[in-house]
């Protein structure tokens, strides 16, 4: 009995491991956040293992069957739409229950969209703090006005219909002339990282509509 958490590509299907295309075609099950979007992956490396959906709607209802599943002797792998799981995706709750009933975790290395967000951004990366997506609208304002004071680099996750509102609220709350970084489709044909103040970002990203999926970088506070 194990579970694997096994990164997938977040553009470049090449990004892939060797390890990761041996693990997702030697376990007994994969749970996929999407099994449309896992499909046209696992179709491409040739990978015929069963899927089984398994996302932040189910996730609560589903840990305990397949605790019992992996006790019986199955093992699974959990993957996401892209990325490493459990990072602003499912798998934390099923981990967690695995280090409660004694059930090894093996989590692979792999593709992680903030890591060269980070590295991309000329911002300093010897500390940081990775937020995620920030609250959509209830406590949203208590959680810039906390991290307005922090010192450390900040992570974002966002989306691309959200930019603007989140770069205007960066403006508001951390000031114009704090250092940002935005980038987006990493690893795809399309990918830029836009740095400057973040009212400079803030006018860019108004004039040019994004798209693709994105992570802002933010300069702690001096």
Same mark, same amino acid.
């Given at each position: 009995m194990k579970l694997y958490l096994v990164p997938t590509p977040i553009g470049n299907l090449k990004d892939i491991t060797f390890r +990761?295309?041996?693990?997702?075609?030697?376990?007994?099950?994969?749970? +996929?956040?999407? /099994?449309?979007t896992s499909g046209k992956l696992l179709k491409h490396f040739e990978i015929t293992t069963q899927m089984q959906s398994?996302?932040?709607?189910?996730?609560?209802? /589903?840990?305990n069957h397949l605790i019992e599943k992996l006790k019986s002797g199955v093992t699974i792998a959990v993957?996401?739409?892209a990325g490493t799981p459990a990072i602003s995706d499912p798998g934390f709750l099923l981990v967690r229950a695995c280090v409660?009933?004694?059930i090894e975790v093996d989590c692979l290395p792999g593709a992680t969209a903030f890591v060269p967000a980070l590295v991309n951004s000329g911002l300093p990366n010897d500390k940081f703090v990775f937020e995620g997506f920030l609250p959509v609208k209830k406590g949203r304002q208590t959680?810039?006005?906390?991290?307005?004071?922090?010192?450390?680099t900040i992570i974002f996750y966002e989306s691309p219909h959200k930019l603007i509102k989140t770069l205007g609220h960066f403006c508001q709350y951390f000031g114009e002339d704090r250092q940002v970084s935005v980038s987006r489709e990493i690893t795809k044909l399309y990918e830029e990282t836009v740095r400057g103040t973040a009212k400079e970002v803030f006018e860019h990203y108004t004039n040019k509509p994004p798209k693709g999926e994105i992570v802002i970088v933010v +300069?702690?506070?001096?």
């Open positions: +990761a295309i041996e693990v997702l075609k030697e376990v007994d099950l994969i749970l +996929a956040e999407d /099994t449309r398994h996302h932040m709607h189910n996730e609560h209802k /589903t840990v993957i996401s739409d409660e009933h004694n959680r810039l006005l906390l991290l307005a004071g922090e010192t450390r +300069a702690g506070k001096k």
